[in-house]
C-alpha cells in the first residue's frame, strides 16, 4: 500500500511538465571593465550541472531551454541569470572569501575527495541543530541523544575523530562528558549556507584530519547587495508545537560591512509513530555579529561574535538534562591576495570559545536516592597562518601553522539522600572530579603542494606534523594512585600526509587517494574517572597513556555528468591501528555504588588493527528541465580484530530516492528514506540489533512576491514508528526502553522574507 501511494506522488509530479528541449548555450563571462574571467563557474538551477569559462571567458555548454543559472568566482559576487544564446555576463567585484576551503571545477585549487552540500531542508522545516542537515547525506548518520544533543557521525568515524569547524577554522568544544553540548548544538542553523566535506586524511591544512574535515560555512556578505539588506524567517511545527524565528540585517558598503544574525527556537516534546511521548523540549537563544573591512581591493579583514544561550534542554538518552548551556565564540580573519610576486594568498585566522553547561537529574527518579548536579566548562582557543605561493604556473604550495589549545574543567557534586535502601539522618554531600582540570595543546606545522599536469590532471603532495601536550593539573587520589601516584605530562610528535592524482574535465572527474591520518588520544579517553560514558552500565576509567590512532586510507572516486543525468561513486578502505576502545578491566572494582552490578569498570586501551570499508554512490536524471530524480546508497563495513566483532556506531546500508519538481516561482519534492536492519553489532559496546525502516516526505514552496518565500511539508508521512541505530537511551535514562523513536507525522511551515 506504502509503495502505492509513493508510486501516485511520483506520476503526479511528472505529469507536472512535458518533455524538455535543450539547446546550445554560449557566451563570456567578464568583470566590469571588460577583462575575461577565466574559471568563472556556472551552476544550472534545479540540477547538478556546472562549467566553467576558459582562459577567454567564453562558455558552450547544452542545457534546457529554459535554464536558470548562477554564475560565481573567486573574489567576485555570484550572480543569477535566465541563460539565452550568444549571452555576456558581468560580474562585479565582492569581498574576498574567508571562510570556504573547497573551492571546485578547477583542479589546480580542488581539495580531493572533497564535496560541497548546498542545504535545502531550510526551506520548508526548521532543523533543530545544524545536525539535521546531514540526515539526507551519504555515508552520514546522526547520533541523538536528544533533539538538542545531537551530532554527525561519518562512515564508522565519529566524535574527534571528525575534524568539524565553522567558517574555516572557528572551533567550539563540549564540556559535557556525555557530549550534551556538541559544536553542532552552538550555530544558528539557518545561518549556514554550506556544508564543505572532505571525506578523509587527504588534506593536511586544516588541522588534525583522522577520517575527514567538516566545515560548516555560513552565508556570505558577497551574495549581498551594495546598502541595506536583511532576512525574516519563521516556522512552525505540529509534533512537539514547535516554534522557531530568525532575523539578520547585512549593511554592505565600499569598505565596511556589517552583519547582524539573532535567532529564537522554542521546542516541545513530540510524539513517535506509536503515540509516545518523547521527552525533547529545549530553549534556544542565539545571536551573531561580523564586521567586515576591506582596506584595498586584496585585502580583507572580519571579526565574529557569537553567544548561544540554551535553557531546560530534555535528553532523552542521558541520565541527566541541562538547565542551561551557555555558550560564546569570537574569531578574527584577515587575507590578503596577490601581495607580492608568486605569492597568491596570506591568510591569518584566530578564534576564542568558551562553553558553561549544566547537568542534573533534578527531574529524574534517582534524584530521589541521590541527587546529582555537574557544572563543567570548556575552552577552546587556536588560529592559523598560511601562505600559498605558486613558484610556477603549474605549481601551487601551501604551507603554515595552526593550533588548537583545548582546557576542561568542572565538578560532580553528589548529595546522598538514601543508602542500602535506608534514609540517611542528613544528606552526605561528596564532590568528584570530572575532568580534573585536563589540558589537551595541539600545534601542527603543514606543507602541502598541487601539480597541474595538464589542463585536467593533478597530484596533491601534503606532509603535516602535530605537537602535542596533555596533562591534568588536579588529578583525583584514585586516578593518580592508579597510574603509579604521579601522572607525568604526555608528549607526542604525530606524523600524517597524503597523496592524490585526480583527473577533471567539465563532465567526467575522478580521484584516486592514500592518506595517513592521525588522531590523539581525547580527554574522555585519558582522564575520565570512573564515569558513565557509554550506552552500558559500566563504569569508564581513562589512560593518559595512550597511543595516538593511525587511519592508513585509500580511497578511489569518480563522477560524471552530462546534460541529462549524473552519477558518481567513492570506494574506501581504512586500515587503523592503535584504535581505541575499552574493555572490560578486572583489576578496577566500580566506584560508585560498588555493591551494584557489573562488579568491573572498563578502561581505554588500544586495540594493534581495526579495519572499516565501504562506498557512496548517487545517480541523478533530469526528467525533463523542471523535474529530477535524485538516489543515493552508502555502505560501511567495520571490524574489530581483536575483538572479533564489529565497530561500534555503524549507520546500517541506507539509501534514498527522490523526485524533484523546481521551477524558479514554485518548487515540490518527494524524497523517501530507505535503512537496512543493522545485525552487524559490537557486543563489548552494548550495541543491540535495530529493524530497517522506510520513511517518505513531502515538501514544497512558492514564491507569491519578490522576496517573499512560503514553504511546507509533511514528514513522515505515513506516521511510521522507527528509531534510528545510532540513537540509543544511555544506562541510567530511565525511559524508552533503550531506544529513542524519531518523530510520528509532523507538519511543518516556513515563511521567509528576504529585503
Not at 125 to 145: A, E, H, M, N, Y
Not at 316 to 343: F, R, V
Not at 537 to 563: I, M
Amino acid at each position: 500500500m506504502k509503495m502505492n501511494d509513493l508510486l501516485v506522488l511520483v506520476m503526479l509530479l511528472c505529469s507536472l511538465a512535458g518533455t524538455s528541449q535543450t539547446i546550445l548555450f554560449n557566451g563570456k563571462v567578464m568583470d566590469e571593465t571588460g577583462q575575461p574571467l577565466e574559471k568563472a563557474i556556472i551552476s544550472i538551477k534545479g540540477s547538478y550541472q556546472s562549467f566553467t569559462t576558459d582562459k577567454n571567458g567564453e562558455y558552450s555548454f547544452s542545457a534546457g531551454s529554459q535554464s536558470i543559472a548562477t554564475i560565481s568566482c573567486l573574489n567576485y559576487q555570484a550572480r543569477t541569470v535566465d541563460l539565452v544564446p550568444d549571452m555576456e555576463i558581468i560580474l562585479k567585484e565582492g569581498s574576498i572569501e574567508l571562510d570556504n576551503i573547497v573551492v571546485k571545477a578547477d583542479p589546480l585549487y580542488d581539495v580531493p575527495h572533497s564535496s560541497i552540500i548546498i542545504d535545502e531542508v531550510k526551506a520548508t522545516t526548521q532543523p533543530r541543530t545544524v545536525s539535521d542537515l546531514f540526515k539526507d547525506i551519504p555515508g552520514f548518520g546522526i547520533q541523538k541523544r536528544g533533539a538538542y544533543a545531537a551530532e554527525p557521525i561519518f562512515r564508522a568515524f565519529r566524535y574527534e575523530q571528525l575534524n568539524i569547524q565553522y567558517d574555516g577554522g572557528l572551533r567550539i568544544t563540549n564540556a559535557c562528558p556525555n557530549r550534551m553540548d556538541p559544536i553542532t548544538t552552538h550555530i544558528i542553523p539557518e545561518e549556514i549556507g554550506q556544508i564543505e566535506v572532505i571525506k578523509g586524511p587527504f588534506s593536511v591544512r586544516f588541522g588534525q584530519n583522522f577520517g575527514g574535515v567538516i566545515n560548516l560555512v555560513s552565508k556570505s556578505v558577497n551574495d549581498k547587495e551594495m546598502g541595506l539588506s536583511g532576512t525574516i524567517e519563521s516556522g512552525y511545527e505540529t509534533n512537539g508545537n514547535n516554534f522557531t524565528g530568525r532575523g539578520s540585517l547585512v549593511q554592505r558598503g565600499e569598505f565596511f560591512d556589517l552583519e547582524l544574525n539573532g535567532s529564537y527556537r522554542n521546542y516541545g516534546d513530540y510524539e513517535d509513530g506509536n503515540g509516545t511521548e518523547v521527552p525533547s523540549s529545549f530553549t534556544t537563544t542565539e545571536y551573531s555579529v561580523k564586521l567586515g573591512y576591506n582596506p584595498s581591493d586584496n585585502q580583507r579583514m572580519r571579526l565574529t561574535w557569537r553567544q548561544s544561550f540554551a535553557r531546560d534542554i530534555d535528553h532523552a538518552g542521558l541520565p541527566m538534562d541541562s538547565p542551561y548551556d551557555d555558550s560564546y565564540m569570537a574569531g578574527i580573519d584577515y587575507k590578503i591576495t596577490n601581495p607580492a610576486e608568486n605569492i597568491t594568498d596570506i591568510t591569518v585566522k584566530g578564534f576564542y570559545s568558551y562553553v558553561d553547561h549544566l547537568m542534573t537529574n533534578e527531574n529524574r527518579p534517582s534524584f530521589a536516592v541521590s541527587g546529582s548536579s555537574s557544572n563543567v566548562f570548556a575552552t577552546n582557543y587556536g588560529g592559523k597562518a598560511e601562505v600559498a605561493f605558486k613558484p610556477a604556473d603549474k605549481i601551487l604550495v601551501y604551507t603554515g601553522l595552526d593550533g588548537n589549545f583545548t582546557s576542561r574543567e568542572g565538578d560532580r557534586i553528589r548529595t546522598i539522600k538514601i543508602a542500602n535502601g535506608q534514609p540517611l539522618p542528613s544528606p552526605v554531600v561528596k564532590v568528584d572530579k570530572i575532568w580534573q582540570d585536563a589540558v589537551l595543546n595541539d600545534v601542527g606545522i603543514f606543507a602541502e603542494g598541487k601539480l597541474l599536469l595538464s589542463g585536467t590532471s593533478t597530484i596533491t603532495m601534503g606532509l603535516r606534523s602535530d605537537f602535542i601536550n596533555a596533562a591534568i593539573n588536579d588529578p583525583e587520589a584514585d586516578f593518580e594512585a592508579l597510574y603509579g601516584g604521579e601522572i607525568e605530562d604526555q608528549s607526542e610528535v604525530n606524523l600524517g600526509g597524503n597523496i592524490s592524482y585526480q583527473y577533471q574535465n567539465p563532465y567526467f572527474r575522478w580521484n584516486a587517494s592514500l592518506g595517513r591520518g592521525i588522531r590523539t588520544a581525547d580527554m574522555i579517553e585519558r582522564y575520565i574517572n570512573h564515569f558513565n560514558v557509554g550506552i552500558d552500565p559500566y563504569e569508564y576509567v581513562g589512560n593518559p597513556y595512550l597511543d595516538p590512532e593511525v587511519n592508513y586510507q585509500l580511497e578511489l572516486s569518480g563522477q560524471f555528468k552530462n546534460e541529462n543525468y549524473q552519477f558518481g561513486a567513492s570506494v574506501f578502505y581504512s586500515y587503523l591501528e592503535d584504535f581505541i576502545s575499552a574493555i572490560v578491566d578486572p583489576n578496577l572494582p566500580r566506584k560508585y555504588m560498588p555493591n551494584m552490578e557489573p562488579k568491573f569498570a572498563k578502561r581505554f586501551i588500544n586495540l594493534e588493527k581495526a579495519y572499516q570499508t565501504g562506498f557512496e554512490a548517487f545517480f541523478n536524471y533530469y526528467l525533463t528541465t523542471h523535474i529530477i530524480l535524485e538516489t543515493d546508497i552508502s555502505y560501511t563495513y567495520g571490524q574489530n580484530e581483536d575483538f572479533d566483532e564489529p565497530l561500534p556506531q555503524i549507520t546500517p546500508l541506507t539509501g534514498h530516492i527522490g523526485i524533484k519538481y523546481d521551477q524558479q516561482q514554485y518548487w515540490i519534492n518527494l524524497k523517501s528514506r530507505l535503512a537496512d536492519s543493522q545485525d552487524r553489532v559490537a557486543k563489548s559496546f552494548g550495541e543491540e540489533e535495530t529493524p530497517g525502516f522506510t520513511t517518505f516526505d513531502i515538501s514544497g514552496g512558492f514564491v507569491p512576491v519578490k522576496g517573499l518565500s512560503i514553504g511546507a511539508a509533511v514528514l513522515n508521512i505515513f506516521d511510521k514508528a522507527y528509531y534510528e541505530h545510532l540513537n540509543f537511551s544511555y544506562n541510567g535514562a530511565d525511559m524508552l526502553n533503550g531506544r529513542i523513536y524519531e518523530p510520528g507525522r509532523n507538519f511543518t511551515l516556513y515563511v521567509t522574507y528576504n529585503f
